[in-house]
Nanobody, 120 residues
Framework: QVQLMESGGGSVQSGGSLRLSCTYT?????MGWFRQTPGAEREAVAH???????FYADSVKGRFTISQEYAKNTLYLQMNDLKPEDTAMYFC?????????????????WGQGTQVTVSS
């Protein structure tokens, strides 16, 4: 049974930073972060393939960095220069396929989520 558990969420002021962590039992070839606000669809934030190739939503490019530490079975999302519009529940995810699609439809496993709140 694959399990993912996020941590590191919290409340920060605009311009602040947070680092999310996701510990997992096994890794797929594509790991990623999604976020969701009430009433909205879950959207892709950042993804990383096993060879280190990364993908970012346009809204977070240059501010967020995804990384993976295989020795610790942990996925990270470093979030800098946070904005109020980054406020959301953030989910760690494992995709089904070898190559990232960044689509929530192709996620095999989800974490339970961690809340990020950015105040202006």
């Amino acid at each position: 049974q694959v399990q993912l558990m996020e941590s590191g969420g919290g409340s920060v002021q605009s311009g602040g930073s947070l680092r999310l962590s996701c510990t997992y039992t096994t890794s797929s070839d594509c790991m990623g972060w999604f976020r969701q606000t009430p009433g909205a669809e879950r959207e892709a934030v950042a993804h990383i393939e096993r060879d280190g190739r990364t993908f970012y939503a346009d809204s977070v490019k240059g501010r967020f960095t995804i990384s993976q530490e295989y020795a610790k079975n942990t996925l990270y999302l470093q979030m800098n220069d946070l904005k109020p519009e980054d406020t959301a529940m953030y989910f760690c995810a494992e995709e089904r396929f070898t190559i990232c699609t960044t689509s929530p439809e192709h996620v095999a496993y989800w974490g339970q989520g961690t809340q990020v709140t950015v105040s202006s």
